[in-house]
């Protein structure tokens, strides 16, 4: 919780996802379609294409990744 609150998150509201299991569900098919994808580190991003951008990056490796798919850049 003093993460949660260090963030400004409502940490009442976090223990209550938390012992009910209430994202348990969206955690378990997340992590099973990273498995499935081989992504290991966090963030990865998955273009349309297949290409993954791992870690943080620029704005134009972005935009790079984009323009390869066929999808309109910011």
């Known amino acids: 919780n003093d993460v949660a609150a260090a963030v400004g998150l ?3 509201e976090m223990q209550k ?3 009910t299991g209430r994202y348990m569900e969206r955690l378990e098919q997340t992590s099973k379609e990273a498995k499935e994808l081989e992504i290991k580190v966090a963030p990865t991003f998955v273009v349309e294409n ?3 951008i791992i870690g943080a990056q620029s704005l134009d490796t972005f935009r790079k990744a984009l323009s390869q798919a066929n999808m309109s850049p910011l």
């Open 17 to 19: 996802a938390l012992e």
């Open 10 to 12: 409502d940490t009442r």
């Open 50 to 52: 297949g290409q993954t």
